[in-house]
């Protein structure tokens, strides 16, 4: 049994210009101490299927589709069982940080509470854990400062011991390194992989950052426009793309050309028909404006392209 | 620095305090003689200048300050009495009748509030509907009502105020009805104010990560959105307490009680200047007061205004 996995995951925003289909049919596993990237541009649903995992969306959000954790389908738990997953076996990582902190709380109090309320363990007790790790994290003595008065980064450290602090079985980071500096970057990500290799988590790194996805992560999605188009070893897909949105994205890195993308990230409202990456594919065929081509397996590679069965 | 800003303000205040009675139109002779009194020149001149009213303002003005500092207040020819005295036995009654309500208003309407803001259902919208129609109802008009409704027709509370002053019970009886209508008026307000910064709270991303890191429901509400949410009561609050005395006087007039808003109201209609600057003066240090204990309470609640 696959620690998680995700089967026909859709989620649809209904909103008064019309539903919009952020994630359709998601089907993805994540193994025990496994890392899987998943990359894609703003907008293409990467974020959507974090937080759909934990049940966060907002209630217009309409989930189908199965979300299966260690035999547990999270889609059909009631809000008390779901409420006991988040933070304990799965725990998420947000991309700001400095607001996702209570602002009138103290860290110290803020990095506790997860122990208080799942374990329900003595507030001392909890207090002189979090304290051990904060200072493990680099963040000795801003425990008693507020997230006002610490920096992006010690604040992101902060949620980092906050979510990790239970040693959940998975971590999403949900764009970590989003509007941090080149070498922030680094800090960010080998403090995720240290606390992820602490604990022996598994880890759902959400980025749009292609050398993030490629030094955080053994496999890793590539998401366009609410779908999977390419799934495989994060080497194997990001050196040598089989689909021509995977390769068109790697173009457009400034080591690779800086070539941008031709044309604009399609409606979500009213996804083109087809393989909804025709109307900027280089490569497309009759058939891709007519049928929408299935994620197709081969040797452990998925590709979601009429040119690749 | 604080501390000098109040200061600074008691200052400014009981300088509009003088300036403001003596701005107003009607001769202060007058009023104190009555129209129909006929007196000589030369007396009315003589008692002008016993009282002090004959000097410049800017003598007016330091003679002033200095019983100010001497506690004096100085004498109502109305009431037939010195101010202090007065605005102290008054001031007994009204604080009896408005501190309850604004105590039993702020928890009532800040808890039903937060609730409501943080959770919609058809019992939440009634209540809503409840405590936005009583708040958009002008006090007197409620009170009037209810007087005619419990005092009158079913007779279960005194048509008329403390004049029947005696054992505890007895004033409790008397106040009821004044004290659950301003605490329902206070609790709307209040409830209302909650409720929208309950519903803006729960839309941020503290509360989302919050719920991430698996509190339950409620949890989320008491533990992380109450104390960001109240802030803005806090500031309200402290007004109330200022209002208190000022504030009650449409109560204290539909149930002919003997508060400070009834004097504020008659010291008016007479031009009784010193009873007015005495009531001022009082309404003046508790606003003063209050906001000091609002900054505190600001500062204790919000790390982020604290030390400023």
């Not at chain 1, 363990?121 to 304290?131: G, N």
């Not at chain 2, 010195?82 to 309850?100: C, D, F, G, H, Q």
């Not at chain 2, 509360?207 to 104390?227: N, P, T, V």
Request: charge should be positive; charged fraction near 20%.
């Amino acid at each position: 049994m696959s620690l998680l996995e995700l089967r026909g995951l859709s989620v649809r925003f209904d909103t008064p210009a019309g539903s919009v289909r952020a994630a359709s049919d998601v089907s993805l596993v994540l193994e025990e101490h496994d890392t899987l990237a998943i990359v894609g541009e703003t907008g293409c649903g990467k974020s959507v299927i974090a937080n759909a995992i934990l049940r966060l969306l907002p209630e217009n959000a309409s989930v189908t589709g199965s979300v299966i954790y260690r035999g547990m389908d999270l889609l059909k738990m009631s809000e008390r069982e779901i409420s006991r997953i988040r933070g304990r076996e799965i725990a998420i990582v947000f991309q700001n940080p400095s607001a996702a902190l209570n602002p009138v709380h103290r860290i110290l109090d803020q990095v506790s509470e997860p122990l208080l309320i799942h374990l329900g363990i003595p507030k001392r007790r909890a207090v002189h854990e979090a304290e051990g790790l904060l200072r493990a994290l680099g963040l000795n003595g801003a425990g008693r400062l507020y997230p006002f008065q610490l920096s992006g980064g010690m604040n992101q450290r902060a949620m980092i011991a906050c979510s990790s602090i239970l040693r959940p079985k998975i971590l999403m980071a949900d764009e970590p390194t989003k509007g941090l500096d080149q070498s922030m970057v680094k800090n960010a990500l080998e403090l995720i992989e240290s606390v992820r290799s602490e604990s022996g988590a598994s880890l759902i790194m959400i980025t749009h950052d292609l050398d993030v996805a490629l030094s955080s992560s053994d496999r890793i999605a590539v998401m366009y426009c609410g779908e999977i188009v390419e799934m495989g070893r994060t080497e194997d897909v990001l050196c040598n793309p089989d689909h021509p949105y995977t390769k068109a994205l790697r173009e457009s890195m400034p080591d690779r050309g800086f070539r941008p993308i031709p044309g604009n990230t399609p409606s979500m409202i009213d996804p083109p028909e087809g393989c909804r990456f025709h109307p900027r594919c280089p490569f497309k065929m009759k058939i891709c404006s007519r049928e929408r081509p299935s994620l197709n397996n081969s040797c452990g590679r998925y590709v979601r392209c009429w040119r690749c069965i | 620095m604080n501390l000098a800003r109040y200061v600074i303000s008691l200052f400014v205040i009981l300088s509009l305090n003088f300036a403001i009675p003596r701005a107003m139109p009607g001769d202060t002779m007058t009023n104190l003689l009555g129209e129909d009194v006929i007196l000589s020149d030369d007396l009315v001149q003589e008692i002008r200048r016993e009282m002090g009213l004959d000097l410049p303002l800017r003598e007016q003005y330091i003679i002033y300050w200095k019983e100010i500092l001497r506690m004096n207040l100085g004498y109502s020819y109305h009431f037939h009495s010195p101010v202090l005295p007065l605005v102290l036995e008054r001031m007994k009654w009204t604080l009896l009748l408005a501190a309850p309500p604004v105590i039993i208003g702020a928890l009532l309407g800040t808890l039903l509030g937060a609730l409501a803001g943080w959770r919609d259902s058809p019992s939440t919208r009634l209540q809503t509907f409840i405590f936005l129609t009583i708040y958009s109802t002008p006090p007197y008009f409620l009170a009037l009502l209810s007087l005619y409704i419990f005092g009158f027709h079913l007779g279960w509370v005194p048509m008329k105020g403390f004049y029947s002053t005696g054992s505890a019970g007895n004033i409790i009886h008397h106040i009821m009805l004044p004290v659950i209508l301003m605490s329902l008026f206070s609790a709307s307000r209040n409830y209302m104010i909650m409720r929208g910064s309950v519903i803006q709270e729960r839309r941020s991303l503290y509360a989302l990560y919050a719920r991430a890191k698996g509190l339950y429901d409620s949890q989320i509400l008491f533990r992380h959105l109450f104390r960001n949410a109240i802030l803005p009561i806090i500031t309200l609050i402290a007004l109330d307490f200022g209002f208190i005395f000022s504030g009650a006087l449409f109560i204290e007039m539909v149930f002919s009680m003997h508060g400070m808003g009834n004097l504020i109201y008659s010291a008016l209609m007479y031009r009784d200047y010193p009873v007015l600057q005495g009531s001022f003066l009082i309404i003046t240090i508790m606003v003063i007061t209050a906001n000091m204990i609002a900054d505190a309470l600001y500062g204790l609640l919000d790390p982020r205004v604290r030390g400023r």
